[in-house]
């Protein structure tokens, strides 16, 4: 059969040739694409008496969809009765030691009395931070900065660092100068069992580490910071702070207080919280309550279902409920700029209408906003820009002052 395509084949060219004589750039081309259909021909004949199930291997997976929050009413009346099976799997990184850093047998057991001398009776307000990278790159996306916000508006305030990484040498280093300026910082290794100590989490914590939970896709160190920064303040009470978050005034009225990061456009209704500023009182119920949904609808594989989008969750469920007593600031107070706008004050605004619109943005941080969420992911890319919106937030609200890094 391949020979007779061949011959008809060079008849048609044959033909093509006696009445397209002159031109030899298509005699080129139409012999490239003759070449090609004999070839395809050929292929295509070869692999007909082979068994297509040899050659195509198609791997189906199971998509898990999101799923809302599970609340004890929903439960007791038989809805939304989902069963989750949980796979374990084998990471590439090795899971046991990140659980380690966050306070495995034997690294932090003075974690408790460290905590407890730190966080005396004469703290302005009591900061906590969460830091899971290592000491190095603190600063190098402007953590300093927030540090600084944080002295300028509480001189007289408290800073812990929950960083087993920044409790070392290195880490020491980068905080002393703050600590030659005479301010209350200080970072801790810290001790995710003991904080998880009689709560939903401590079964989840105990099944991570035995393999009978997936731990998912996403950094497990993320998720036990989400966790954490609960836990902490479930614990000790406080403010929990993200560390891109530009302090812009006291927190000392702030209690019980959590940042809206949207608003629905007609109803001005908040749509989603975000969990980058936590201000909570000691054993308030719905840090546990945000606990023990992230113990049972734990999803290591969605981004955010265990951080901002489980405490939207949690919120919604028990908004207006006796005993939750919490508030809700529209996102001015702490989100004021989003992440897709944020790289405007990095930049001098290059016409009349860019500079009337950061102005504008800037008046009413000015007045409303407590703090400034720099979504590091987004704007560490921007260079400050000498003369822009956040040359003068950084000038305003600095203690040391020192060129930051941005590489």
């Not at 999101?66 to 009413?73: C, D, I, N």
């Not at 580490?209 to 954490?228: E, H, V, Y």
Request: net charge positive.
């Amino acid at each position: 059969m391949d020979s007779e395509i061949a011959r008809k084949v060079t008849a048609m060219i044959d033909h093509r040739r006696l009445n397209r004589s002159g031109s030899s750039l298509f005699t080129a081309f139409a012999a490239s694409v003759i070449a090609l259909i004999v070839f395809t021909v050929v292929i295509v004949s070869n692999l007909s008496v082979r068994d297509i199930s040899e050659v195509v291997k198609i791997e189906i997976k199971t998509v898990v969809p999101y799923l809302p929050l599970r609340s004890e009413r929903e439960l007791s009346a038989g809805k939304n009765n989902y069963t989750i099976k949980q796979i374990t799997t084998v990471k590439e990184n090795n899971n046991l030691e990140i659980l380690e850093t966050f306070g495995g047998k034997g690294v932090s057991e003075k974690f408790q009395q460290r905590a407890t001398e730190f966080l005396r009776d004469d703290c302005e307000v009591s900061f906590m931070m969460t830091w899971i990278s290592p000491a190095e790159m603190f600063g190098k996306k402007r953590e300093v900065l927030s540090v600084e916000s944080v002295f300028k508006s509480h001189p007289r305030g408290c800073l812990m660092i929950l960083s087993s990484t920044m409790d070392s040498p290195r880490g020491f280093r980068v905080l002393k100068p703050f600590l030659d300026r005479g301010y209350r910082i200080t970072a801790v290794t810290p001790d995710l069992p003991f904080l998880l100590k009689d709560t939903a989490g401590e079964s989840w914590l105990e099944e991570i580490k035995t393999g009978k939970r997936d731990p998912g896709k996403i950094s497990l160190a993320q998720n036990l910071s989400n966790l954490m920064r609960l836990a902490y303040l479930f614990k000790f009470g406080g403010v929990y702070l993200d560390t891109d978050m530009i302090v812009l005034k006291s927190f000392k009225t702030l209690r019980n207080v959590i940042g809206a990061q949207t608003l629905e456009p007609v109803s001005r209704n908040w749509t989603r919280l975000n969990n980058a500023v936590l201000v909570f009182d000691k054993g308030h119920p719905l840090l546990r309550k945000c606990i023990e949904e992230f113990a049972l609808t734990f999803n290591g594989n969605v981004w955010g279902h265990n951080g901002p989008y489980l405490v939207s969750r949690v919120a919604r469920d028990v908004e207006g409920t006796v005993g939750y007593n919490f508030t809700v600031m529209t996102p001015p107070a702490f989100y004021s700029v989003n992440w897709i706008e944020i790289g405007k004050l990095f930049k001098v605004p290059r016409t009349e209408k860019d500079r009337k619109r950061v102005e504008v943005k800037v008046l009413e941080m000015q007045r409303r906003s407590y703090g400034l969420h720099l979504w590091n992911k987004f704007s560490s890319k921007f260079e400050i820009e000498k003369g822009s919106a956040m040359d003068k937030i950084v000038s305003d609200h600095c203690v040391i002052c020192e060129k930051v890094s941005v590489s």
